[in-house]
C-alpha cells in the first residue's frame, strides 16, 4: 500500500510505504509523476491548436460552422473529452463570434485573396467554395438571429460570388490566342 505523506518536508514525488508494522514509515521515490503539462481554457486551446492549423479566416468560418449540430451547439469530440461539453461549446461559439466579426471588418479585397488561399486548401475552385459557404449559411452565424450579421454576411458572400464569377468571365482562357497582326 502506498501513501502520499506530507507530515515532512518532501517533494512531490516522494511517496511513503506502509509495511506490515504502521508506525515504521520508509520513503521511496517515483519520477514517472513529473509533467509539463501546461493547463488551457477551452478557448485558448481551440485557438492555439485547432484554429491555428487552419489558415484563412474564411476557411476558419467555415470549419466552424460545419461543428454546428442541428438541435444547436456545436461538435467537437477532442475538445470535448479534455474541457467538457459545456466549456466547449461555450469556446466554440465565441470562436466563431470573434472569427465572423474578423470577416465582416476585412476589406473584401482582401477576403478575395483569402476565398482563393481557402479554396485552395480544400481543393475547390473559389466560386465552388464561395457557393458551399452560401448553402451553409444559417451555420456560419453564431446567433441567426442577429440580424445585422445576417445582412453583412450574406452581402460579403454575394459580392465575393460576384467577383469570382466576373473575374473567371474578364480572365481569358488558355485556349484563346489573338489573331496575329494585321489580320
Given at each position: 500500500m502506498v501513501v502520499f505523506s506530507l507530515s515532512?518536508?518532501?517533494?512531490?514525488?516522494?511517496f511513503m510505504t506502509l509495511p506490515w508494522e504502521k508506525h515504521h514509515l520508509r520513503p521511496f521515490s517515483c519520477s514517472e509523476f513529473v509533467t509539463t503539462m501546461t493547463l488551457k481554457s477551452?478557448?485558448?486551446d481551440l485557438r492555439e491548436t485547432t484554429l491555428a492549423a487552419i489558415s484563412g479566416l474564411l476557411?476558419?468560418?467555415?470549419?466552424?460552422?460545419?461543428?454546428?449540430?442541428n438541435e444547436g451547439g456545436y461538435t467537437h469530440w477532442g475538445l470535448s473529452l479534455v474541457h467538457g461539453e459545456e466549456s466547449s461549446d461555450r469556446a466554440l461559439k465565441l470562436a466563431q463570434t470573434e472569427v465572423l466579426s474578423s470577416v465582416l471588418?476585412?476589406?473584401i479585397s482582401?477576403?478575395?485573396?483569402?476565398l482563393r488561399e481557402s479554396s485552395q486548401q480544400d481543393n475547390k475552385t473559389a466560386e465552388a467554395y464561395v457557393a458551399g459557404m452560401r448553402e451553409q449559411f444559417t451555420e456560419m452565424l453564431p446567433s441567426p438571429q442577429d440580424a445585422a450579421a445576417r445582412a453583412h454576411l450574406n452581402s460579403v458572400l454575394v459580392a465575393l460570388s460576384t467577383l469570382e464569377k466576373t473575374q473567371k468571365r474578364a480572365t481569358p482562357s488558355a485556349s484563346w490566342q489573338s489573331p496575329p497582326p494585321g489580320q
Open positions: 515532512e518536508k518532501a517533494n512531490r514525488d516522494t477551452a478557448l485558448q476557411a476558419k468560418l467555415a470549419y466552424l460552422a460545419s461543428l454546428r449540430r471588418r476585412t476589406p482582401e477576403l478575395v485573396d483569402d
